[in-house]
């Protein structure tokens, strides 16, 4: 029984990988929380049961054609989509200094399974969460753990859900009380990066394109383009084609098409671009501890242009860019 209730309000926290050479100050805090349940009747993912978590469909079909979704399938992914924007801003309106990572991730599975979805990021290739947490120097993929969020931190929450046969897929920075004016820049440069890649979506726009766009914004404001990590195809898989860099001079393939839907989610840094992993295999930092940010929406191609199918909702909070 004590070992049980440590874990759940752990009094002793650890660092898991002490001989690691972390780049930045940030520090993982476990034990993680034990694995959150999704109930029977909601339907899964292929990976969501699979050894090693691996996607069967992504590995057969992944990299293949890019798929011109139906009207029908379209109004599906409006629908997990928006569900997708609720969760997010329920995830925003519960920060706040001294609340931990794993309290968001508690938050958001909650909030999923309230939808009858399943978070997508569980046991995906066995990411042991149901959300994104990246915090500070933390490119993309951090793991909620038990370290609680400080005054003047950055995070970005990464919400991905599965319902009704296809996932959606946003993410967003935030601040953690009082930021510092070179984070507000970042953050508020990143946000701009997305957009300008956004306002270039219509019918006939190389995929490989919108990088020039992001990076020219990035550079021209002091900042770098993480080149690792893609925008990408999403719907029927978590995953799939196309591939959408965000750095300019890219070889992605493929032209946009009417009911495309795919994701733009630059990642922008203070410093260097280039990244590396902890020996969680997951969470991905800065070379030089320095901190980065990212937005991410997903896109439906229209006859026309495009529709943000993760947009803010009537109900959404307050943009924290507003009065920058």
Avoid at 159 to 171: K, P, Q, V
Avoid at 259 to 286: C, K, L
Avoid at 307 to 314: D, F
Wanted: aromatic share 8%; with cysteine; glycine share 6%.
């Amino acid at each position: 029984h004590k070992s049980a209730h440590l874990v759940n309000n752990p009094t002793t926290s650890y660092n898991p990988f002490p001989t690691y050479k972390f780049t930045g100050p940030l520090r993982p805090e476990y034990p993680l929380s034990p694995r959150r349940e999704v109930p029977a009747d909601i339907p899964r993912p292929d990976y969501a049961d699979a050894p090693g978590g691996a996607s069967k469909q992504e590995q057969t079909y992944g990299n293949a054609q890019i798929v011109a979704m139906s009207a029908d399938e379209i109004e599906k992914m409006r629908v997990v989509c928006r569900l997708g924007r609720e969760i997010l801003d329920i995830a925003a309106r519960a920060l706040r200094v001294g609340i931990t990572t794993d309290e968001i991730d508690r938050i958001v599975h909650e909030a999923t399974i309230e939808r009858r979805a399943y978070p997508s990021p569980l046991n995906y290739y066995q990411f042991p969460k149901s959300v994104c947490t990246s915090v500070n120097e933390v490119i993309c993929h951090g793991i909620p753990d038990q370290r609680k969020l400080q005054d003047g931190d950055i995070v970005n929450i990464d919400i991905s859900l599965y319902r009704d046969g296809f996932h959606a897929d946003l993410n967003k920075t935030y601040f953690v009380g009082n930021v510092d004016a070179k984070s507000k820049k970042l953050v508020k440069t990143t946000r701009e990066c997305l957009q300008k890649a956004i306002e270039m979506v219509k019918p006939g726009v190389l995929y490989r394109d919108l990088g020039s766009a992001i990076e020219k914004h990035a550079r021209d404001n002091g900042f770098s383009v993480v080149r690792t990590y893609s925008g990408h195809g999403v719907g029927k898989m978590f995953h799939s084609a196309p591939n959408v860099p965000h750095y300019a001079k890219n070889k992605a393939i493929g032209v946009m098409k009417p009911g495309h839907v795919f994701t733009i989610e630059p990642m922008i840094n203070e410093g260097s671009y280039n990244d590396q992993t902890w020996r969680d295999n997951w969470t991905a930092v800065t070379v030089d501890g320095k901190r980065s940010a990212q937005f991410e929406h997903a896109i439906l191609v229209t006859e026309t242009g495009y529709e943000v199918l993760t947009c803010r909702l009537p109900s959404s909070p307050k943009s924290q860019l507003k009065d920058l």
